[in-house]
């Protein structure tokens, strides 16, 4: 399953729209879109939207436990909203240890289930995550795990690119190949042929929306 590249650019819109004007379970700081869709391609295989989330440190505490009583899901109103719960409890989702997880809530919210949309929430901004992502792939020789740098900012606190949305509708962007920017970032050129061929890779067997949270 892929998009057709104009439906690929409404569906980013669709998704700055909910940010812009809906409760998220967590403050939202900015909305990028990189690899596929902002290199232009049609079809868009897969549409890679990064979300950098601010940690919520003050909300609702004292309503966690009846959150966990209503829906067995600790620390809502800590880690996530408990407005945004109280408007949306059909996306509270939880981490494997049963705690609001808020990039498994943020997926809940934004992405529909069965479309070919990954989405990245990370604490930091997307540029020094992909920094960040690239230092921990070559130490541990896990180049599945870089962050494609190829990427345009949409939204930035509370303001619509509407430059940047307009490159995207025209293809004006441009950028090199992945193995080009990774060695721009510092690579050999044979060990960032080897990441950019793991990276392509890794995102030709997923599947589906998919969601990958990350704290820097």
Same mark, same amino acid.
């Given at each position: 399953?892929?998009?057709?590249? #104009? ?5 980013? =819109? %669709? ?9 998220? #379970?967590? &403050? ?13 391609? $049609? #079809? ?9 989330? !601010?940690?919520? /440190?003050? !909300?609702? &505490? ?5 959150? @966990? ?19 949306? #409890? ?12 808020? %990039?498994? *809530? ?5 992405? +529909? !289930? ?7 929430? *990370?604490?930091?901004? /997307? ?17 599945? @795990?870089?962050? $494609?740098? +190829?990427?345009? *900012? ?18 004006? /962007?441009? /950028? &090199?190949?992945?193995? @080009? ?21 890794? +995102? =030709?067997? @997923?599947?589906?929306?998919?969601? +990958?949270?990350?704290?820097?």
């Amino acid at each position: 399953m892929s998009l057709d590249r #104009p439906e690929a650019v409404e569906r980013v =819109e %669709e998704i700055v729209d909910a940010v812009e004007e809906e409760t998220m #379970p967590v &403050p939202v700081r900015e909305v990028w879109v990189y690899g596929d869709v902002a290199l232009g391609l $049609d #079809p868009v295989d897969r549409l890679d939207v990064y979300v950098t989330k !601010d940690i919520l /440190f003050k !909300d609702a &505490p004292e309503r966690a436990a009846e959150f @966990q009583r209503s829906h067995g899901v600790d620390g809502v109103g800590k880690t996530v909203r408990a407005a945004w719960a109280d408007e949306h #409890p059909e996306y509270i989702r939880a981490n494997a240890s049963g705690h609001a997880a808020p %990039e498994k *809530c943020l997926a809940a919210h934004l992405l +529909r !289930d069965d479309e070919p949309v990954h989405l990245e929430v *990370c604490n930091a901004s /997307f540029e020094d995550n992909v920094t960040q992502r690239l230092k921990g792939a070559t130490m541990r020789d896990d180049y599945e @795990q870089i962050l $494609d740098p +190829r990427g345009a *900012c949409l939204w930035l606190d509370g303001e619509r690119s509407t430059d940047a949305f307009r490159k995207l509708r025209d293809n004006e /962007f441009v /950028f &090199p190949t992945l193995s @080009q920017s990774l060695s721009m970032l510092g690579l050999e050129d044979d060990e960032a042929s080897e990441a950019a061929d793991a990276v392509k890779a890794y +995102r =030709e067997r @997923q599947e589906g929306a998919t969601v +990958r949270g990350d704290v820097v």
